[in-house]
């Protein structure tokens, strides 16, 4: 009888396996050099100009002229306040003395070479000698509020500030908010992610802002607050004492 050939039907299985074989090893190879190649993150950095630019120039810019004017005004404020703390050696001495032995001309001329608040208050004392000492209270003690308006000039300002620029930021906040819910909903299901980055870094980045300028300017208005009462208090013992020369007599 015939041979009948009875390989060939085996021989495409075997064939069909090797070749599943030879993907599973060329897979297992891709996945382990995968594995093994460490991957690098890209860095990206963002100026500060960019970041600006995310902000929105509509609340950047406000911001930037809040933060220009709390920097100018503490700085200049607190220069204003140091020279008004300066004390010149032995000038109540010499101002008793020269009340005492009569030099009244003298005493002021002192009080007009220097250039302090209790100074200038004193001079107005020294002017109403020979007045009622109601008078002469009066006098000095209006002079001590002008002196002291104008140590306290610009501080309202920095309080504006110090309040307004937070909330400044939570506006740029809510504005950009508003942004990302209005991209999603005019894109529907089919929203990405790079598509909402653009108003959730204008929210993100406008809060920090705002609070960056908010928390200096705060905590220099309270100092430069505290110093001014620290100037106050100088000048009400510096009239207490005055006052005390002009009642107690010369000896």
């Known amino acids: 009888p015939p041979r009948v ?10 064939e069909f396996f090797a070749q599943i074989q030879d993907a599973t090893d060329a897979a297992r190879q891709v996945l382990e050099q995968t594995a093994t190649t460490p991957v690098v993150p890209q860095e990206t950095t963002l100026s500060v100009w960019e970041l600006i630019k995310m902000g929105g120039w509509y609340i950047m810019g406000p911001l930037g002229l809040m933060s220009l004017a709390a920097v100018y005004i503490i700085i200049e404020r607190s220069m204003a306040i140091r020279r008004a703390l300066r004390d010149e050696k032995d000038f109540m001495a010499k101002i008793r003395d020269y009340i005492h032995e009569g030099k009244v001309d003298s005493a002021r001329n002192l009080c007009q070479t220097t250039n302090t608040p209790v100074a200038r208050m004193l001079e107005k004392g020294i002017n109403r000698i020979g007045k009622p000492m109601k008078d002469i209270e009066v006098s000095i003690e209006n002079q001590g509020k002008l002196e002291v308006y104008q140590l306290e000039s610009g501080l309202p ?3 504006t500030v110090s309040g307004a620029a937070p909330m400044l930021g939570f506006l740029g906040t809510v504005v950009g908010m508003v942004v990302t819910f209005h991209t999603m909903e005019v894109s529907g ?11 959730m870094m204008q929210a993100m980045i406008t809060t920090v802002a705002g609070l960056v300028i908010g928390i200096p300017a705060y905590i220099g208005y309270n100092l430069l607050v505290a110093r001014v009462n620290k100037v106050v208090q100088k000048m009400e013992s510096r009239t207490i004492e005055f006052m005390e020369v002009l009642e107690s007599p010369a000896k």
């Open 157 to 159: 300002i920095l309080a």
């Open 5 to 14: 050939a009875l390989n060939t039907p085996t021989r495409m299985p075997i």
């Open 189 to 199: 299901a089919g929203v990405e992610l790079s598509q909402l980055s653009g108003g």
